[in-house]
């Protein structure tokens, strides 16, 4: 059974991988940074719940929903700091099926998703969903209060119950499994140091080298001529 889809409209990278990694399983979302990537989204592949933030650089999200509504049936929930009572009007004025405030809540955000899709919230323990993501998003440039707002925790607190559950701080643990990444990517393949640095999430290769001798115990050269010994010759 497919997943229903919601489409995060946000000019914030870090925000759109937040609410995917609180909301990703048991719905699929993805994210368009302006209106044009919206509209070409939901041309694409639809969606069944939208959510719009109020303030994309220089558009503005209100001025979207119209667009929105003649592509897609789909409700649209408004993230909005609000602000002024101008703001207010103008958004009650929009006519969006729902507001969301920030900071998000995120059991808030789970309800509210829920009720438009007749879902049950997701049950997943905060920090067993954001571990989960580090192992598979650690190329990306993840930080501490990228994490700590996808667990819906602050960041003090999330560091001190993430090292509580799993021994390691959530620093040591991306760095972990980064390194177990470059392992894997030595094994398959020849490309230079500097070429792979980046594929796990390290600024260069000297960073690179540093830290993988630091969780492996030897350079990645070593690595890699250890895991591929030069093959003898042919004999005849």
Same mark, same amino acid.
Request: hydrophobic share 40%; net charge positive.
């Given at each position: ?15 759109? !991988?937040?609410? /995917? #990694?609180? *909301?990703?399983?048991?719905?699929? %979302?993805? @994210? &368009?940074?302006? +209106? ?6 939901? !041309?694409?592949? /639809? #969606?069944? *719940?939208?959510?719009?933030?109020? %303030?994309? @650089? &220089?558009?503005? +999200? ?20 609000? @602000? ?153």
């Amino acid at each position: 059974m497919a997943l229903q889809r919601i489409l995060v409209i946000d000019d914030d990278p870090s925000l759109i !991988e937040s609410l /995917g #990694a609180a *909301l990703s399983p048991p719905y699929s %979302v993805s @994210g &368009a940074s302006n +209106g044009a990537v919206a509209l070409a989204a939901l !041309e694409r592949e /639809g #969606a069944h *719940l939208i959510l719009l933030d109020l %303030v994309l @650089g &220089a558009e503005d +999200g209100l001025d979207l929903i119209p667009s929105l509504r003649t592509r897609t049936p789909a409700p649209i929930l408004v993230i909005t700091g609000y @602000g002024t009572r101008e703001n207010v009007v103008r958004a009650l004025r929009a006519k969006p099926d729902d507001f969301l405030e920030k900071p998000i809540q995120l059991q808030d955000l789970r309800h509210r998703v829920a009720a438009f899709l007749g879902a049950a919230p997701p049950e997943a323990d905060p920090l067993d969903r954001v571990r989960t993501w580090i192992a598979r998003e650690c190329h990306r440039p993840l930080t501490i209060t990228d994490l700590a707002r996808a667990a819906g925790m602050s960041r003090p607190h999330f560091w001190r119950t993430f090292v509580k559950r799993f021994g390691l701080t959530p620093g040591a643990y991306l760095r972990q499994c980064r390194m177990q990444r470059a392992a894997m990517l030595l094994r398959e393949s020849n490309s230079p140091l500097k070429e792979l640095a980046p594929d796990v999430g390290v600024s260069n290769a000297d960073n690179f080298s540093r830290v993988f001798k630091r969780v492996h115990g030897c350079t990645p050269e070593a690595f890699r001529k250890k895991d591929h010994p030069s093959s003898p010759k042919k004999t005849d």
